[in-house]
Nanobody
């Protein structure tokens, strides 16, 4: 069983930065791709960023490209999401997820384990 615990969220102003962390217990993250998703009020959960099992490749939603960076430290069993130039529309509950495959994917069906979610609120 895998347990994912997110941390680092909170309330910030537009233009600020935040770094989310997702620490895993149980099965290691080193053998799987990881992803970050988010769900804003009244909207469906959407893909934000994904990274391959070895950190070699990553992908982003168009809405966060060039502002967010996903990274993975297999030795610490942790994945990060660095969020810069935050906008009010980035306000959402953010989830990390462990994939069932080794390459990153934007499809939620490829992810078997999910964290509990973390609130990020960006004020204007």
């Amino acid at each position: 069983q895998v347990r994912l615990v997110e941390s680092g969220g909170g309330l910030v102003q537009a233009g600020d930065s935040l770094r989310l962390s997702c620490a895993a217990s149980g099965r290691a993250l080193s053998s799987a791709a990881m992803g970050w998703f988010r769900q804003a009020p009244g909207r469906e959960r959407e893909f934000v960023a994904g990274i391959d099992w070895n950190g070699g490749r990553s992908g982003y939603a168009d809405s966060v490209k060039d502002r967010f960076t996903i990274s993975k430290d297999n030795a610490k069993n942790t994945v990060y999401l660095q969020m810069n130039s935050l906008k009010p529309e980035d306000t959402a509950v953010y989830y990390c997820a462990r994939s069932q495959i080794i390459t990153w994917s934007r499809y939620q069906s490829n992810y078997a384990y999910w964290g509990q979610g973390l609130q990020v609120t960006v004020s204007s």
